[in-house]
């Protein structure tokens, strides 16, 4: 069963986690959601579905991936909230945002990770660090 996994941001590390997840040859359902509608041309090459609204597709996702600007999650999170499935797990790369200060802007509890990486994730070649993880 592929798993379905939506990404908020398309930037650079977005781009990076797609190669990677693209050269090791794995099957999965990717959604990438971003406003802005010209990084849909640098995403064609990877196969995934390019949004730049919120569907009820995210209620379907495995992992939600958010990898947006710090200062741009509480509105994310407060969009999104009733679109998230409780078995969905959360894995968070933004920079100095806490797992707390997530699920404080969550109206229920969710797995959340929060995770850093390196640019090398585009070769294969990256490593993640494990910071924080809250389970339910």
Known sequence: MKNHITIFGAG???????????LSNA??????IDVDKKKRIGLKKYGVSFRTDYTDSISKSDFILLLVKP???IKLIKS????????TIIISFMAGISIKQIQDNL????NIIRAMTNLTVSNGEGYYILLQQNTV
Do not use: M, Q, W
């Open 12 to 22: 650079n590390l977005t781009r990076s986690i797609l190669n990677g997840i693209y």
């Open 27 to 32: 099957s999965h359902n990717i959604d990438v």
């Open 71 to 73: 200062k741009e999650y």
């Open 80 to 87: 999104i909230d009733k679109l998230l499935n409780k078995k």
């Open 107 to 110: 109206s229920a509890n969710f």
